[in-house]
């Protein structure tokens, strides 16, 4: 059965950094593309960054460029979020989505094909 399981999500201070894993399980990661998106309460999802199968591709949302970067470890079958420099505003339940294929629409929820259940990040003083 396909699974992601989104992990290191918490509370943190503004500037402060976490990084969030999305490990899947139940299939290869190889030749998927990974997404994460996130979501605040009362506002529609929006997408955060993606990154191609073979890592030579990546996409960032405006808001969150020079302060997160989005990786892989497909030997561990591992994606992951470094989010850096974090603010209120990137408060949110944040999900990691993949995909067989290119990152071409990705900030759109219907170009990826399997989610996880999400992290909450919260960034608070």
């Known amino acids: 059965q396909l699974q992601l399981v989104e992990s290191g999500g918490g509370l943190v201070q503004p500037g402060g950094s976490l990084r969030l894993s999305c490990a899947a399980s139940?299939?290869?990661?190889?030749?998927?593309?990974i997404a994460w998106f996130r979501q605040a309460p009362g506002k529609e999802r929006e997408g955060v960054a993606a990154?191609?199968?073979?890592?030579?591709?990546?996409n960032y949302a405006d808001s969150v460029k020079g302060r997160f970067t989005i990786s892989r470890d497909n030997a561990h079958n591992t994606g992951y979020l470094q989010m850096n420099s974090l603010k209120p505003e990137d408060t949110a339940a944040y999900y990691c989505?993949?995909?067989?294929?290119?990152?071409?629409?990705?900030?759109?929820?219907?170009?990826?094909?399997?989610w996880g259940q999400g992290t909450q990040v919260t960034v608070s003083s």
């Open positions: 990154i191609s199968s073979r890592s030579t591709d990546t």
């Open positions: 989505a993949v995909r067989w294929g290119p990152i071409t629409n990705w900030d759109r929820q219907g170009w990826w094909d399997y």
């Open positions: 139940g299939f290869t990661l190889d030749y998927y593309a």
